[in-house]
């Protein structure tokens, strides 16, 4: 299949531009072309007028199907840009809704993806009404208030509709838990930034065979296996992964397959310790605070330092404490790939669960630990 082409505008820096990358290639863009700068936000098109001069002039020899933008642009801004570039603009929000979309797998997170791309809309459509009213939108002149509200009513009634298929799904989530911990079944979920080798991980402690890739989010839904440690049964969820500067709305988007995670007696955080040190910090930050928001106590996480074939022992001691997990007990470095210390993972899973009380759970579906909101 012919990919489509594109010019890529990131930041002027090396782990951003892999992060941009990686973006690019899990939505099927081939990159021609790329921009670097150091500021993105300004105000009327994210970058300089100069440089949009500048990427004006190559447009003709590149010949890009869309410009990829990096960071979340404004609607205005986004209008600015391809109505001056008359080139299709794909903010990081919309590549990264491109990705989920063609990710999702399960009815759940299709719907989750529903979900997020009519909140997109949702943000974009009252921007149009404002420009219109005010005239700078010549397209979207001459809108009456009756075709606002249609135009309202018909997003809201779609997200309505989602919303309700997704509550249901969330309820039979929930009925699955109050099951399994009718078994005494004791729960262990992976999570962490995309790509960390959570799913490597779950492969290595299930004998599975899901699909692992370099590409970024190819786990979009929950997948759960029943493993024995010892004497102990115990149920294993891989879980979507995390990435930074994703807007409140897509984290909320994924809570109900990440609610799993408040729900679960021990929660390993697998990490990608082959990282530069200054990825390796915002990723980790990334990923607790999202912890920390969907509610998961952090006295039940384990930390995995994931992909240790790739560096030297003294460097992991080095980032173990750049991350201030030297004085926690429950970090361990593994290698999914390899086996490294896998076994031991297991054992400190097996004692992380022996020290922990089952999780409780009465009145669970009544009354949810956190709210999955999905209204303005
Ligand atoms: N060298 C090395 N590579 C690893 C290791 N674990 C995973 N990988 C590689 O890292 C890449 C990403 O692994 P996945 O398991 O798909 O990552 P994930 O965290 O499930 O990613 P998402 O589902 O996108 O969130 C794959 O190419 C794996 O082969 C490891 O221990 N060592
Ligand atoms: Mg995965």
């Not at 869309?66 to 794909?90: C, G, R, W």
């Not at 063609?102 to 791309?117: D, F, G, N, Y």
């Not at 010549?138 to 309202?152: A, H, L, R, S």
């Not at 074939?309 to 926690?328: H, P, Q």
Request: charged residues 30%.
């Amino acid at each position: 299949m012919l990919k489509d082409s594109a010019i890529l505008i990131t930041y002027d820096n090396k782990d951003s531009l892999k992060e941009a990358l990686g973006l690019c290639d899990a939505a099927g863009y081939e990159v021609r072309k790329i921009i670097q700068q150091r500021i993105l936000n300004k105000s009327k098109y994210g970058l300089g007028e100069g440089k949009v001069e500048e990427i004006k002039e190559m447009l003709g020899s590149i010949k890009p199907d869309v410009i990829i933008f990096d960071e979340i642009l404004k609607p205005s801004q986004n209008y600015n840009l391809a109505s001056t570039l008359k080139t299709n603009i794909l903010d990081r929000e919309a590549l990264i809704l491109e990705i989920f979309e063609r990710r999702a797998k399960s009815s759940e997170s299709t719907l989750q993806v529903k979900m997020a791309q009519l909140r997109y809309e949702m943000s974009r459509a009252k921007e149009k009404v404002r420009l219109a009213k005010m005239g700078e939108q010549p397209g979207f002149m001459g809108i009456g208030k009756f075709e606002v509200d249609i135009y309202f009513n018909d997003i809201k009634n779609r997200m309505n509709n989602v919303k309700t298929k997704l509550a249901k799904s969330s309820t039979q989530r929930a009925l699955h838990r109050q099951a399994r911990k009718r078994f005494g079944f004791r729960t262990v979920s992976l999570a962490g930034y995309t790509s960390a080798g959570k799913t490597t991980l779950f492969n290595v402690l299930t004998g599975e065979e899901r699909e692992e890739s370099p590409k970024l989010f190819t786990t979009l839904s929950t997948t759960t296996r029943k493993i024995t440690l010892k004497n102990l049964e115990v149920l294993i969820s891989d879980t979507v992964g995390f990435i930074s500067r994703l807007p409140a709305y897509m984290v909320q988007a994924f809570k109900s397959t990440l609610e799993e995670l408040v729900y679960t007696d021990v929660v390993i955080v697998v990490i990608d310790v082959s990282d530069t040190s200054l990825e390796l910090r915002k990723k980790f930050k990334s990923c607790i605070s999202t912890l920390d928001e969907i509610g998961v106590n952090k006295d039940k996480m384990i930390f995995a330092l994931n992909k240790s074939d790739l560096t030297s022992k003294e460097e992991i001691m080095e980032k173990a404490n750049l991350l201030g997990l030297s004085d926690n007990k429950r970090w361990l470095a593994i290698s999914s790939t390899t086996g490294f210390n896998i076994s031991q993972l297991k054992t400190l899973i097996y004692q992380a669960l022996d020290n922990t009380p089952l999780f409780e759970q009465k009145n669970e579906i009544s009354k949810p630990k956190i709210r999955i909101d999905y209204d303005d």
